[in-house]
Nanobody
């Protein structure tokens, strides 16, 4: 059974930085090239894909809204994916989730994933 656990959210002022982590159990990052994705969902808004990484190849993809500010990375020894968020804006405020079990299609579509973590809150104040 795949389980994903996020941590590291918090509150920061605009322009600041935060890093969130996603630890996976039930599969090993270094054995199979799996896509792990960070999503976020703000109150009253749809869940949106933020950044994606493959666990073996390291190939990444980003939403336009975070390009140049967010960096997704992985540590296969720890079965962990990170999202480093710099130059944060109030509009980045959301619950951040990691997802796995990509079924194909558009990487940023929430419907494409089988497994989800419980989320970690990121709040950016102006």
């Amino acid at each position: 059974q795949v389980q994903l656990v996020e941590s590291g959210g918090g509150s920061v002022q605009a322009g600041g930085s935060l890093s969130v982590s996603c630890v996976a159990s039930g599969f090993t990052y270094s054995y199979v090239n799996k896509r792990i994705v960070w999503f976020r969902q703000a109150p009253g808004k749809e869940r949106e894909g933020v950044a994606s990484i493959y666990t073996v190849s390291g190939n990444t993809a980003y939403a336009d809204s975070v390009k140049g500010r967010f960096t997704i990375s992985k540590d296969n020894a720890k079965n962990t994916v990170y999202l480093q968020m710099n130059s944060l804006k109030p509009e980045d405020t959301a619950m951040y989730y990691c997802a796995a079990g990509f079924r194909g299609g558009i990487w940023s579509s929430p419907q494409a994933y089988n497994y989800w973590g419980q989320g970690t809150q990121v709040t950016v104040s102006s």
